[in-house]
């Protein structure tokens, strides 16, 4: 096993490297910059996303900008809105974001950085990536862990009585309220529930923004828990919604699939009970493959999956981080985010094939190519 773990570990190396070279070419290619952006702030064209953002991003160099200078060469010429700036300016912001360099050789210094876990500073907040990160990964981290436990205890149990009452009434009617479950959007159940529970319309039962209240510092003990579990129960909900419908489904076809193997009738010729034969033999095969979905749950859960939620739910996280900086061409929280996650995923799959042997010691990653 030992041997099995280290080549995973050299394996992260090449993944890594091109995981962030597709990235960083895609980059290259696409419209717009943070050069851009801050010559559209200068000019008052910056719309949208991209001036949510306070603050000058060009700090000092706001104040060296001469619209009307008449000055244009080909530094000014390549980026749109850049006429009648001067020309040293357009410079100073190349060079402050790292432009002045060729592309092979600031993603190759990306890559060094990285490998030191030197993110460097965001683009237009002035503060540490990595500080960023550290800010925003609470809010991510709850929604993540207690989405993914909360799918996991309900959708297990449940699976394993859909399997034993397979064709009953139970099994239809619980089919058939999945089945809706899984076709509502989070996005929009997050929108029904609010009307519901949050002042809405009806009730007003649940707060709508951040993780604790006001004076959650002045709360004893037990109070700031429940304060924490009352901010957090319906962007949960919403988001367990979809996990929880398809994880149902996923343990109930793995147990059925064991329920009819030969090995499950010969435990119950032996005299074995139903518990017995569930537990002590179907549990561990069936489970093995609700585990292998579990490193994609997780991870999903801290980005992409909580993107809408934690939008529609004011609450400041990683997913809301990343998307704010890609419309916003903060290209160091981009790549500094995706670099992290790629990182995390990668471990939590090591973790995920490690749990397999847990699991089921009859398998051998030893004997087995990365």
């Not at 696409?30 to 559209?40: K, Q, W, Y």
């Not at 929108?191 to 002045?218: M, Q």
């Not at 709360?219 to 429940?226: A, N, Q, R, S, V």
Request: charged share 15%; glycine share 10%.
């Amino acid at each position: 096993m030992t041997a099995y773990i280290v080549r995973r570990l050299l394996f992260f190396v090449p993944t890594l490297f091109g995981i962030m070279l597709v990235s960083f070419v895609v980059v290259q290619f696409a419209p717009g910059g943070p050069v851009e952006r801050v010559i559209a702030q200068l000019s008052g064209t910056d719309t949208g996303a991209t001036s949510r953002i306070s603050g000058s991003p060009g700090g000092d160099f706001g104040a060296r900008a001469q619209p009307g200078a008449g000055q244009l060469d080909a530094t000014t010429s390549k980026y749109r809105g850049a006429q009648g700036l001067d020309p040293e300016f357009i410079k100073s912001l190349e060079k402050q974001f790292g432009f002045d360099k060729p592309a092979h050789e600031r993603f190759f210094l990306m890559l060094w950085n990285y490998a030191r876990f030197d993110f460097g500073k965001s683009y237009f907040r002035d503060v540490n990536v990595l500080q960023l990160i550290k800010e925003k990964l609470p809010v991510s981290m709850s929604l993540g862990i207690w989405m993914t436990l909360l799918s996991y205890l309900i959708s297990i149990p449940l699976g394993i009585r859909k399997a034993i009452s397979d064709g009953t009434r139970f099994d239809t009617w619980t089919s058939a309220v999945i089945i809706v479950g899984y076709a509502i959007p989070g996005f929009l159940f997050a929108i029904l529930l609010i009307i519901l529970f949050a002042g809405g319309s009806f009730f007003d039962w649940f707060p709508l923004r951040g993780l604790t209240s006001d004076n959650w510092h002045a709360l004893p003990w037990y109070g700031k828990i429940l304060d924490y579990f009352w901010h957090l129960t319906l962007p949960i909900i919403s988001m367990a919604l979809a996990a929880f419908a398809t994880m149902t489904l996923l343990t109930k076809n793995s147990f059925l699939d064991e329920i009819r193997k030969q090995y499950v009738l010969t435990a119950r010729a032996k005299g074995c009970t139903q518990r017995q034969v569930l537990y002590g033999h179907v549990f561990r095969n069936a489970m093995l493959i609700v585990v292998a979905g579990f490193p994609g749950a997780f991870v999903g859960a801290f980005f992409s999956g909580a993107l809408l939620i934690e939008t529609i739910f004011s609450l400041d996280g990683l997913g809301l981080l990343g998307f704010e900086s890609v419309l916003n061409r903060d290209y160091a929280v981009v790549f500094a985010t995706l670099y992290i996650f790629s990182l995390v995923g990668l471990v939590v799959n090591l973790l995920s094939d490690l749990t397999y042997t847990w699991i089921d010691p009859r398998i051998d990653f030893e004997t087995r190519e990365v």
